[in-house]
């Protein structure tokens, strides 16, 4: 379930980043906060 409710978040701030939204509001932080979250699993795998 939580991986369900992390690709729903990830595949809206990534529709956000390509849209503008984020870069209009100052929130590009959140693309480098989900490559965060992303890398400890791919190190793990």
């Known amino acids: 379930m939580l991986f369900i409710l992390y690709y729903l978040i990830a595949i ?3 529709v956000m980043h ?3 939204f984020l870069a209009r509001y100052n929130a ?3 693309v480098l906060v989900l490559a965060v979250t992303v ?3 791919v190190i793990y795998l």
Request: no cysteine; aromatic share 24%.
């Open 12 to 14: 809206v701030v990534l």
């Open 18 to 20: 390509f849209t503008g």
């Open 28 to 30: 590009e932080w959140l």
């Open 39 to 41: 890398f400890p699993a």
